[in-house]
């Protein structure tokens, strides 16, 4: 898998939807609804976890961290999934002594990817450590009225551009919501059981299929890391993705490209360009060839190569 240079600078993670779990069975109720322990989690840290529902298919993947300065729990999510992510999270909040609050219109959040720098970082509420990006980073949040941006300027830290972003997380093979990530995918397909599940922890909704999908070793599709191999190419996202040999126009697609990095088309020529998509299992190999098209014999088809993954660091 290729790598990349530590990113350093800093970039807004807001809009977010943003809750704070509170009350006296906020770290039981919380273990029981995802895929990550809660309770050993250090104060100060941002853990990564998935919600799946009892087929244990995936509902919302999320960041939780326990409140720095109070009892509760600081929870963050894409803004797409506040509404659907709040419903799931307060549904099963029976007889337990634990209220969910939305939080999104009152706090914003950025990360800074220098914790040397984040030591001189002040007028910050609160921070916890995360690695979302794939690397050791801070979450800094502060009131919605407050400015990140005159904050960073007066430390002369640079805000890095989205497509840097990016293309770095595609890269390190970290997927996303809308993206990778979609409602009723199985989370093993997508290669982070190493990030966000833990097989050791007590029982959560859908556990028992996730544990088994752990013991046969076998899913229908994964996640792979392909490299363009023609650097000026356009490719739609989404598109799908067809054997470059061995199949015959009209075959079924084998999978699906969901993500390439940014400006494939003004990179030199020497330039990787490299996507996340979903290929069948048994064409998920490195070296395997595929074609992006909306259909087999399209003249307009890109060619990618698969790269091999190497181990995806725990976020």
Known sequence: MPTTEPLQGWTPITPRALFLLTGADRVRYLNG???????????????????????????????????????????????????????????????????????????????LLDKEAATEIENVSFQTQSTRFGQPGIDLWRPQSHDFEELFQTHQINQLAPQVLENHRITQGIPQWNHELTPGLLPPEARIEARAIDYQKGCYIGQEIISRIKS????????????????????????????????????????????????????????????????????????????????????????????????????
């Open 33 to 111: 609804q995802i895929t990550q322990q809660v309770d050993h989690l250090p104060k100060g840290q941002a853990r990564y976890a998935v919600i799946t529902n009892h087929k244990g298919k995936l509902e919302a993947d999320l960041h939780f961290a326990h409140h720095p300065e109070k009892d509760g729990i600081l929870i963050d999510a894409h803004i797409d999934l506040r509404e659907s992510l709040f419903t799931r999270l307060d549904r099963y909040i029976i007889a337990d002594d634990a209220e969910l609050t939305d939080i999104t219109d009152d706090w914003q959040v950025a990360h």
């Open 216 to 315: 046969v070793g076998k899913v229908n599709r994964r996640l792979v890391l392909l490299k363009l191999d023609r650097s000026h190419a356009e490719t739609p996202v989404p598109s799908p993705l067809w054997l470059a040999s061995g199949e015959q126009p009209g075959s079924k697609a084998i999978g699906t490209l969901t993500s390439i990095t940014k400006g494939a088309g003004s990179q030199p020529d020497d330039a990787e360009v490299l996507a996340l998509g979903y290929l069948k299992s048994q064409h998920a190999e490195a070296g395997i060839q595929v074609l992006a098209a909306p259909v087999i014999d399209a003249p307009s088809a890109t060619r990618f190569t698969v790269l091999p993954f190497s181990d995806l660091t725990k976020s």
